[in-house]
């Protein structure tokens, strides 16, 4: 009997799903089996395995065979391969949108904007960004020799927005105008002129509606408005103005509202402080010092975590994230904190429920007509005005339901989507007092009594409260 063929009684190879590692395993137990390191190559090498083989393994195998019997052993492993690189964009210079250019915190809790309003100014023709190609992969081996493919690294393209251009190999994007490189909605660049104000919005300047950037160096004062296709600059303070810009808002000193107007930025709001004010942002709220009394709607992140990092009253609604060093008072003011869905769909679920409950009273009212009128023609006293206000009722009656079905399919749709919690949390840095309520997603917990440094997050059917880390 030969000794391959006493090895194949006893042995058994089997592979990985890509044969990128064979295995060897005992389906004979004797503990009278010998062999040798060699017998057990040739073994090997005609189950076709002739890469990566570890002889190492194969020594130890032949050397004691009793330690392998009830395990399968890896024999051979082939050389993975490396994903290629994904190509990506670089831009020349650091946008000032990006998170290291947050307002730096100096010690006593003041904040340095000096590179807030450093503005990112271009002339036409100047170079923005290049694209960097992806970087190929390595192709690996299987055991049998075989080449595995890599995973080809993914192109990067360019999101181009307003007044910016590419060249003909669709490597590189420059400036069509002069003026300021500003990201928008979806991360597309823009170069949008500046419209600058050197004093404050009052009388004297009026209403701004503006195509590109408007920077303010002065204050906006209740009652004026700003709208821009770029950013919002604003080196003073706003009152209870509307502000309006489809890129960014940056505010120096804060935001007093006096619950009337709005901020509004379709990425980023980024202020000292923001107090009896209504904030709505794409993406982050960004506030150093204080939120007190205010509404403020993210669809990513609320972040209040400088040196006071306070939240005090009113409704805060984040798409992710809220994270504060502190949470409601000693008062118990109530805070209403809510992350876990996008702002707009929680308002849109209130907005639906109140409009059911005014059809329901509508075609309750319609049925107690239609009653009276069904029971007038019953006793053929139905004249011809009621008999066509009649059928109008029918009409409107079948109008509403249909109405109802659509707005109660949509109000199960956006539940499904309450219940996806799984990045939703609340931060807690330093302390959160009692009279402040979570809700994230469908669920809701109250605050009953202070607790330091905490996380709030969605586990098994309840809002879970853990140490912060």
Do not use: W
Request: net charge neutral; glycine share 8%; aromatic share 6%.
């Amino acid at each position: 009997m030969s000794a391959q063929f006493t090895l194949d009684t006893y042995l058994n190879i089997t592979f990985s799903e890509d044969k990128s590692i064979a295995y060897l395993q005992f389906t004979k137990r004797d503990e009278q089996f010998k062999c040798s390191e060699d017998e057990l190559n040739l073994f090997l090498r005609n189950h076709q395995i002739n890469h990566g083989i570890e002889i190492a393994t194969l020594s130890r195998i032949a050397s004691h065979p009793e330690e392998f019997m009830f395990n399968r052993t890896p024999v051979a492993m082939g050389d993975q391969p490396q994903s290629g690189k994904d190509g990506r964009i670089e831009f020349v210079f650091k946008l000032s949108d990006e998170k290291q250019h947050r307002p730096l915190e100096i010690s006593d809790g003041k904040v340095d904007y000096k590179e807030l309003i450093n503005l990112n100014n271009v002339n036409k023709g100047q170079l923005i960004a290049k694209k960097i190609p992806p970087e190929p992969g390595k192709i690996g081996f299987s055991v049998t020799g075989e080449p595995i493919p890599f995973k080809p690294g993914k192109e990067a393209f360019f999101k181009v927005g307003k007044n910016v251009v590419l060249d003909s190999e669709q490597t590189s994007m420059y400036a069509a105008i002069d003026g300021l490189i500003t990201l928008t909605d979806k991360n597309k660049v823009n170069v949008f002129p500046v419209y600058e104000v050197n004093g404050d919005v009052d009388y004297s300047i009026g209403n701004i509606d503006f195509v590109g950037t408007v920077v303010i160096r002065g204050n906006v004062l209740t009652g004026f408005r700003i709208k821009a296709a770029g950013d919002i600059r604003v080196v003073g303070g706003v009152e209870g103005a509307e502000l309006e810009a489809e890129g960014s808002i940056e505010i120096t000193s804060g935001i007093i509202g006096y619950n009337k107007g709005y901020v509004k930025a379709g990425k980023n709001v980024k202020s000292s402080f923001i107090q009896d004010g209504n904030v709505v942002a794409g993406e982050e709220v960004i506030v150093s010092q204080s939120i007190m009394h205010s509404n403020i709607r993210a669809g990513k992140n609320v972040i209040c975590n400088g040196t006071k990092g306070l939240i005090v009253g009113g409704s805060i609604q984040a798409g992710e994230r809220v994270v504060a060093r502190t949470i409601g008072n000693s008062m118990s003011t109530i805070t209403n904190i809510e992350v876990g869905v996008l702002p707009e769909l929680r308002n849109e679920l209130v907005d639906l429920r109140a409009q059911i409950k005014q059809q329901m009273d509508a075609l309750d009212k319609t049925d107690k007509a239609l009653h009276l009128l069904n029971q007038l023609a019953s006793t053929g006293q139905l004249s011809q005005d009621k008999a066509s206000l009649r059928l109008k009722l029918n009409v409107t009656k079948k109008s509403n339901l249909m109405e109802q079905t659509v707005a109660k399919d949509r109000i199960l749709e956006i539940e499904k989507t309450l219940e996806d919690t799984g990045t939703a949390k609340v931060n807690v840095i330093r302390m959160i007092y009692g009279g402040s309520k979570i809700v994230i997603g469908r669920y809701t917990r109250f605050v009953k009594d202070p607790a330091e440094r905490v996380s709030f997050y969605y586990h098994e059917g309840d809002i879970s409260m853990v140490p912060y880390l």
